[in-house]
């Protein structure tokens, strides 16, 4: 079966430490993105890559980092200078870059 | 810049009765999309339907409408007789400049 998988469901740091969100697609899409929700809001979005080895900064960007050496693969790893890293990260892919996006399960996660 | 607004935080509606989700936008591209999201308990996001801002027909997929209102900058969605599996949250979203921006969401709650 075709999809996107994220890595762990949930996910508890201490204050202070790097942490990275696995987010994996077998859909052959060339596009991915990261996007934070918090609650009661809608979704944000961190960075998005269109390309492998390319990637753009979204509207939240500071705090975090990723990489896409992998058509497959795109992590996201949440800095210490995220302020307030607490919260549900979402994954998406499309075949271009289109509004139709396909969503991972999420990845909760949570500094303490 | 986008942004969506959605003025209903929660609705509670009767089984088999249809509801509208209200959605309105403001952008400043000539060329747009909206498009609608369902997000149950799990997390993962799921796509309903899309509207081009050129298409003359409102989109229908299933029991899922866009009511479009160019004009008044609404892209509302109906759902035809509502079932309990209808519980979830549900995002109003525009494409532009290469990105979705959300709506903070309406919480549906089905009533057996």
């Known amino acids: 079966d075709g999809g996107i998988t994220q890595s762990p469901k949930y996910l508890f740091r201490k204050e202070g430490q790097n942490v990275t969100l696995s987010c994996e697609q077998n859909?052959?899409?060339?596009?991915m993105y990261w996007y934070r929700q918090d609650p009661g809001q809608g979704l944000r979005l961190i960075y998005y890559?269109?390309?492998?080895?390319?990637?753009q900064k979204g509207d939240i960007a500071e705090g975090y980092s990723v990489s896409r050496e992998k058509k497959e693969s795109f992590p996201l790893t949440v800095t210490s200078a995220q302020k307030n890293p607490t919260a549900f990260y979402l994954c998406?892919?499309?075949?271009?870059?289109?509004?139709?996006?396909?969503f991972g399960p999420g990845t909760r996660l949570t500094v303490l | 810049a986008q942004k969506i607004t959605q003025t209903q935080p929660g609705m509670f509606v009767q089984e088999k009765e249809a509801v509208t989700l209200d959605c309105t936008y403001d952008?400043?591209?000539?060329?747009?999309?909206l498009f609608w999201y369902k997000q149950p308990s799990s997390g993962e996001m799921i796509f309903l339907i899309y509207q081009g801002s050129y298409d003359e027909q409102n989109a229908t997929e299933g029991r899922y409408s866009l009511n479009f209102q160019k004009a008044r900058k609404s892209a509302n969605l109906v759902i035809s007789a509502s079932q309990l599996g209808d519980s979830a949250m549900y995002f109003c979203a525009n494409f532009g400049n290469e990105k979705l921006t959300f709506g903070t969401g309406t919480r549906l709650t089905i009533i057996p």
């Open positions: 952008t400043s591209d000539q060329s747009y999309g």
């Open positions: 998406a892919s499309s075949v271009g870059t289109s509004g139709e996006q396909f």
């Open positions: 859909l052959n899409h060339d596009a």
């Open positions: 890559s269109q390309i492998v080895n390319d990637f």
